[in-house]
């Protein structure tokens, strides 16, 4: 029973760190991608044709929404991580009796906590902004749900092997940031020239886009099942991988 | 009380009267413990050692002898290479072994973002407390540290001794029966140092068992019942003062010391 008490109060610390820090946590990624919607949607919106039946402007909202859930969930679990590591309070979640997957549910909250709110409040505006409808809820909340698992493990393990600060930022941009960009965020890749829709069809974050832009628009360029199977099929394995590091004590123990 | 000096306890045996006369399951046992690091490093090798239920032991030996990777080794801090730790009886690997263990490690490591009042709560809430009765431990370690001005302040802006308290209170926060003190008075002014010396007095004589390493030869004489003396990763001798003093033909601990560690 005490193990759930545990659970309980390193997610609540986790969430506090989100809420202490909510100017770097909340605010700022919200404020870029509202620049993102607006200067790509509202400006070039105009004079983009339409992405199939959907007006350019409507049609790039589910993908920056998701790229910052994502972007946000790995962040936070690799920054929070490396820095319990870092200034070693990790031991006190170590040495108490908590289970190894409650210390890994633990965090993994603390990623959907802030990758929730900003992706709440991002919606919000987008539908103030502009009529972005919400057609499939139930799809959408499966995909943001398995997304954000998928990223903020990911955080989580890159947060326990990173040896400085540069590590953990080095991912974000060097392969979540690129992967985002031509995973079919700003433009149908039907529209990509051969090979490079066939080379799309291999980034994971293509299938998440798509999971998500169908949750919001009802239509995307793959298989619903197809998109929300490829995410579900890389977000267990990273969740794995990050509850065998703190069962194991690989790299977060000496 | 003369308690005959054993490099070695066979496995099950009591390794001291004070041991025999309680009955209890040691509070701390060590068998055949060794951590070997990534790196090669021998930290501990083919240890024993057996702390007594409510004994005042204290560990001694240079830098790098091996005092830390023993108590990382009990507290779930490292992975052990080889060997068995018990608390009160039970395998560290049952979870609630850890409920009775109170660390205070060598380095200060605080929550940068908890002031001094939640450090406490959450620690009680990963340790399992109920909130009611964390809330009122916690405001009892704050009046007994002497925190109070501090309880609404971030541990990164306190100072170096108020750092020391709040490290020492949050161990002390879960009531544990086992707790483990590595150097807790290393760059700690004297006067903070005697209050450490009789609030730790006082939990003993409540019945808490001490773990407490110490460079401070002084400070093992006046506190421990019983020392143990390591180097190189391994114990060389284990017993009272006055005991370490006759077997080694020595006047004082100092000289037990330089003895031993001269090998
Ligand atoms: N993470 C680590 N990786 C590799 N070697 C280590 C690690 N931690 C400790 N050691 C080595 O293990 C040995 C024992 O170190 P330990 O910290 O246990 O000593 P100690 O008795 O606590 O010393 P001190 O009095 O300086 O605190 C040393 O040789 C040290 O270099
Ligand atoms: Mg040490």
């Known amino acids: ?254 | 009380m003369a308690v005959g000096l054993r490099r070695r306890s066979p496995r099950g045996a009591p390794s001291s009267l004070i041991e025999v006369f309680r009955g209890d399951p040691p509070a701390l046992e060590l068998r055949g413990l060794t951590k070997r690091y990534d790196d090669g490093t021998l930290g501990v090798e083919r240890f024993d050692l057996s702390v007594p239920d409510g004994a005042f032991f204290g560990l001694l030996g240079p830098n790098g002898a091996g005092k830390t990777t023993l108590i990382s080794a009990v507290c779930n801090l490292i992975r052990i290479t080889a060997g068995e730790v018990l608390v009160f009886g039970e395998p560290t690997s049952s979870l609630r072994t850890r409920r009775w263990i109170g660390l205070a490690e060598q380095d200060i490591n605080l929550d940068r973002f908890l002031t001094v009042r939640e450090t406490l709560l959450y620690h009680g809430g990963y340790f399992g407390m109920e909130r009611a009765d964390a809330e009122g431990r916690a405001d009892e370690m704050i009046d007994l540290f002497e925190l109070g001005a501090k309880a609404g302040v971030v541990a990164p802006k306190l100072s170096g001794g108020q750092r020391r308290r709040l490290l020492l209170a949050r161990a002390l926060m879960h009531r544990p029966r086992l707790i483990i003190l590595d150097e807790p008075t290393a760059g700690v002014d004297f006067e903070l140092r005697q209050e450490l010396w009789s609030t730790i007095r006082r939990l003993h004589a409540d019945g808490t068992t001490i773990l407490l390493t110490t460079h401070y030869l002084e400070e093992a004489e006046v506190l421990c019942e019983e020392i143990a003396l390591i180097r190189g990763g391994r114990l060389i001798a284990r017993d009272s003062a006055d005991g370490l003093r006759r077997h080694f033909g020595a006047d004082t601990l100092q000289g037990v010391y330089v003895k031993a560690m001269a090998g």
């Open chain 1, 1 to 254: 029973m005490t193990g759930y008490r545990g659970l309980l109060w390193l997610a609540r610390r986790e969430t506090l760190r989100v809420s202490k820090l909510w100017t770097q946590t909340i605010l700022a990624p919200v404020v870029s991608s509202i620049l993102f919607i607006l200067v790509f949607g509202l400006s070039l919106g105009d004079r983009i044709r339409n992405v199939g039946t959907v007006e350019y402007d409507v049609f790039i909202v589910p993908g920056l929404i998701t790229m910052a859930m994502v972007q946000a969930a790995y962040a936070n679990n690799a920054s929070t991580i490396f820095q319990a590591r870092y200034d070693r309070y990790l031991n006190d979640i170590l040495s108490s009796p908590m289970h190894p997957w409650q210390m890994t549910l633990g965090f993994l909250i603390g990623g959907l906590y802030r990758a929730f709110t900003i992706g709440l409040a991002l919606f919000a505006l987008a539908v103030a902004l502009i009529a972005v409808p919400v057609e499939r809820p139930v799809a959408l909340i499966a995909a943001v749900s398995l997304g954000l698992v998928l990223f903020a493990s990911l955080g989580t393990v890159v947060g326990i092997f990173a040896d400085s600060w540069d590590h953990t930022t080095f991912i974000a941009n060097i392969v979540i940031l690129p992967l985002a960009f031509v995973g079919g965020v700003f433009y149908s890749i039907d529209l990509l020239p051969s090979p490079w829709e066939e080379i799309s069809h291999f980034n994971p974050l293509f299938y998440l886009v798509q999971a998500i832009r169908f949750g919001f628009l009802g239509e995307s360029d793959v298989s619903i099942w197809l998109a929300l199977g490829v995410t579900a099929a890389l977000a267990v394995p990273a969740y794995l991988w990050a509850q065998w590091l703190f069962s194991s004590g690989r790299k977060l123990k000496a």
